[in-house]
């Protein structure tokens, strides 16, 4: 099993920045994707970010290329999400996620993930 913890969120005035953090501990697949996710209330969980942890390849959605930024620290089994020029509609709670390493090769719906954390809650003020 693998066990995935976040930390960081918050509220910030639009504009401004967050950086959260997740950390994996427990039997961590050879070569595996973390990811992180977003639920907006009444919304449904929606893909933001994704790093290939061997290679760091990173991925994102449209509507936060060129503001976020993820990367991990291998050391310390942390995926890191850099969160700038935040606006009112990056308001929800932030899922960090983790694959088995044996789904596609980018990975980026609630279905190809296998591990969760509980949420972090991110509020841009207007």
């Known amino acids: 099993q693998v066990q995935l913890v976040e930390s960081g969120g918050g509220s910030v005035q639009a504009g401004g920045s967050l950086r959260l953090s997740c950390t994996a501990s427990g039997r961590l697949p050879n070569s595996y994707t973390m990811g992180w996710f977003r639920q907006a209330p009444g919304k449904e969980r929606e893909f933001v970010a994704a790093?290939?942890?061997?290679?760091?390849?990173?991925f994102y959605i449209d509507s936060v290329k060129g503001r976020f930024t993820i990367s991990r620290d291998n050391a310390e089994n942390t995926v890191f999400l850099d969160m700038t020029r935040l606006k009112p509609e990056d308001t929800a709670v932030y899922y960090c996620?983790?694959?088995?390493?044996?789904?596609?090769?980018?990975?980026?719906?609630?279905?190809?993930?296998?591990?969760w954390g509980h949420g972090t809650q991110v509020t841009v003020l207007s």
């Open positions: 790093i290939k942890w061997r290679s760091g390849e990173d």
């Open positions: 996620a983790a694959d088995d390493g044996r789904g596609s090769a980018y990975p980026s719906t609630k279905a190809e993930y296998d591990y």
